[in-house]
């Protein structure tokens, strides 16, 4: 098991920058793949960015690459999303997930522990 806690999300306008951050902790940091999603109104939750346990492969919405970055500090038991040139489609809850398997996959439904989420809005 792995207890997530996101910060880092607020209210800005379009075309700041924000970075979200997870704190990790439990099963051993390094041993797992790490995932980003966020869930906008009425709508499903959806893949944002990917990084493989030793950070040496990321995944990318074609919605966000470009403009976000994931990264994983393994020292600091951390995973974070650098968000720039935000735009307000990009309003959302911002998610961290662990999955436990070492192939990419984009699927909500198969990664293991959840964070709690964190709001960002991002005004036009």
């Known amino acids: 098991q792995v207890q997530l806690v996101e910060s880092g999300g607020g209210l800005v306008q379009a075309g700041d920058s924000l970075r979200l951050s997870c704190a990790a902790s439990?099963?051993?940091?390094?041993?797992?793949?790490m995932g980003w999603f966020r869930q906008a109104p009425g709508k499903e939750r959806a893949f944002v960015a990917r990084i493989s346990r030793t950070g040496s492969r990321l995944y990318y919405a074609d919605s966000v690459k470009g403009r976000f970055t994931i990264s994983r500090d393994n020292a600091k038991n951390t995973v974070y999303l650098q968000m720039n040139s935000l735009k307000p489609e990009d309003t959302a809850v911002y998610y961290c997930?662990?999955?436990?398997?070492?192939?990419?996959?984009?699927?909500?439904?198969?990664?293991?522990?959840w964070g709690q989420g964190t709001q960002v809005t991002v005004t036009s």
């Open positions: 439990g099963r051993t940091f390094s041993s797992y793949a």
């Open positions: 997930a662990a999955d436990f398997k070492t192939y990419y996959d984009s699927d909500p439904s198969s990664y293991n522990d």
